[in-house]
């Protein structure tokens, strides 16, 4: 029988704590744009987004339109995985994903506090979600120094 039960999640600010140098790195790749966000459907099936990922000392987080359909995937299902792009077939400058739990954060204060370390201004009708991470994983083709720590697992 399949374990159904919820990994555990922490922060992206925990994450930084425990893991500074994969974080370091994973921000890096993850705000050269493009980075791809992927939520489950309804139905099963996966759903990939392009988005522009904003970090905090405190979380990883993301602005989107109340009616966008990765956010009806994240309050119906949760599951996430946020990957960066590259920008050729080569993999430079190397890979970062991360998976976890979206959460939608109704907080106006961190609304506020998103927004002032957003690289752009999102519009007021805008709805917020957090990632929480439960792994972490790096990979590079010899183009990119890698932290030492290249996979990482809430449960290590």
């Known amino acids: 029988m399949p374990n159904t039960a919820t990994p555990a999640t922490i922060s992206w600010g925990e994450f930084a704590t425990r893991e500074p140098d994969l974080a370091r790195f994973g921000a890096g790749r993850l705000t050269a744009?493009?980075?791809?966000?992927?939520t489950i459907r309804r139905s099963g099936t996966?759903?990939?987004?392009p988005v522009t990922p904003i970090f905090t000392a405190v979380g990883l987080f993301l602005f989107m339109e109340p009616t966008s359909p990765k956010g009806r995937d994240l309050r119906e299902r949760g599951w996430f995985a946020l990957?960066?792009?590259?920008?050729?077939n080569a993999g430079t400058g190397?890979?970062?994903c991360v998976e976890g739990r979206g959460v939608?954060?109704?907080?106006?204060?961190?609304?506020s506090h998103v927004a002032d370390a957003s690289s752009y201004t999102p519009l007021d009708r805008y709805v917020l979600f957090e990632?929480?991470?439960s792994e972490a994983r790096c990979h590079g083709?010899?183009?990119?120094?890698?932290?030492?720590?290249?996979?990482w697992s809430v449960d290590q």
């Open 94 to 96: 190397g890979e970062f």
């Open 104 to 111: 939608a954060v109704d907080d106006p204060d961190m609304w």
């Open 131 to 133: 990632f929480r991470l």
């Open 141 to 151: 083709y010899g183009d990119v120094p890698l932290p030492s720590t290249r996979r």
């Open 46 to 49: 996966p759903r990939v987004h």
């Open 83 to 88: 990957h960066n792009g590259v920008p050729d």
């Open 33 to 38: 744009a493009p980075a791809y966000l992927a």
